[in-house]
């Protein structure tokens, strides 16, 4: 099966050359190229877009702004002139972040990450329930989401607290909670993302999730509290 692509960068050179890289790839399939936000993201959410190759400086609307205003978002490969962001890319659970001008070669090989991502999801059998892929101690973890307790902030990673244990993992706590149901998870503190369905009691200052308190921030009692009926 072929990742259904779309390049986005208002440099016609570049956006060229990246659709020309596509289309000699025999796993892509290249659906559409546009040089702003706006016209991508009606193409997103009008067709299946498994892979989107973007650039980051664009006028009127940067890369960041165009995935900020996504619900669900594809698989992301970053292309572009500068270094300054990649670090920023993180936060978008980039799979890649491809310096221009961008050789065969190197685009190849963020290609292969896709399609190696792509394909693990969809060999995980559905009764399995939800799940997301997260890369831990050099590696791709399968992670199911029911399985999830709470997430903390660690630094400059996160700790996943699952049934089966812990997982370090390189990310910002924004990142991730955009990976994860809204209806399930809630941020409850600066440092804490919580399963609800797994909270046992609470009160205005903590929320207890087997025998660990995690601490609520102010107000956060309210929102718990109606998420939690939500489920009901």
Known sequence: MKLNC???????????TIAKLVNEHPD???????????????????????LLFLDIEMPVQTGFDLLDGLKARPQIIFVSAKSDYALKAFDYAAIDYLHKPVTKDRFNKAVQKAIEL????KEVPEEEGEFIFVKSNLKNLKIYISRIKWIEAFGDYIKIITDEGSHLVLSTMKSFEAELPSDTFLRVHKS????????ERFNSKFAEIGTTQIPLSRNKKEDLAKAISNLQ
């Open 192 to 199: 804490y993302i919580i399963n609800i369905e797994r909270v």
């Open 118 to 121: 792509h394909q693990m999801r």
């Open 28 to 50: 892509l399939n290249l659906i559409g190229d546009f040089s702003n936000a706006s016209e991508t993201r009606a193409c997103i959410l009008h067709k299946d877009v498994d």
């Open 6 to 16: 779309v390049v986005v960068d208002d440099s016609t050179i570049h956006r060229i």
